[in-house]
């Protein structure tokens, strides 16, 4: 896109490092304090959302992890409106991606995204960006009002690149509806680096690998990095939480990180801005 050519990052390496699901725990909180990397977003139907909103990181750029989902057995959220198709019959969100597509109404969708970025802005943050919590706002026609939404609170959304199977619904008419929304919507495409599926012991090493190989472009490397705590040991990913945070503090993660560009989404808000948003 040409906005990455007026940031002066075409023909480089650029690298967003994005902190998934702050505010699920006190643990996820505490890494990003500990780590000090400076991008996240905060999911707010959870119950540690306004402190992850009190960082005293100075360099902080948080946004809002919309979320649609709800997807351990003993940690559930409830949506913020009352959109009855958002909900299963305990009335918290949907467990998977495929149960939510199947029952919510892209309306009631739209309302609850919006009442998140509200909540954000009323916890006082500065939110910078918006982006998708388990990918389950790239329903097409979801899609459309989470892009919709960007453009008109002027923040950054993370918009993938779907190339491969990162971000892209396994339907492949879905699929295909998705790269038109996207292609189409205006806004910048993130290529993006997710090692959630990787084993927790190889996580560094993929990491380095991963990072090494990557061409020019420009990427959303996201982690969920956690403090290994009783707390955090209270869901079944726990291992992979706690990898991330090791290997975030790793001296040859740190070595690959520092040879890309690093970049915020309060920059892609601000180059959005002098380029101007799309509408």
Known sequence: MSLWKDMNLEGKRALILHHDDLGMFQAMNGAYAALGFPTGSIMLPTGWAAEAALTTLPHADLGVHLTLTSEWDNLRYRPLTGGASLVDGSGHFYKSVEEAWAHMDAGEVAVEL??????GKALNYDVTHIDTHMGSAMRPDIAQAYIRLAIEYRIAAFVPELEGKAFAPDDAKTADELARVIAGCGLPQFRVIDAY????????????????????????????????????????????????????????????????????????RAGLQRYGFPG
Do not use: M
């Open 114 to 119: 919006r009442a998140q970025i509200e909540a």
């Open 197 to 268: 599926n990787q084993p927790p012991q190889a996580r560094r090493a993929w990491l380095v690998d991963t990072l090494s190989k990557a061409g020019p472009g420009v990427y959303h490397c996201l982690h969920h990095a956690a403090l290994d705590t009783p707390e955090l040991r209270a869901i079944r990913d726990w291992p992979v939480r706690a990898a991330d945070y090791a290997g975030l503090q790793d001296a040859d993660v740190r070595r690959v990180l520092g040879e890309f560009v690093p970049l915020t989404y309060r920059d892609v």
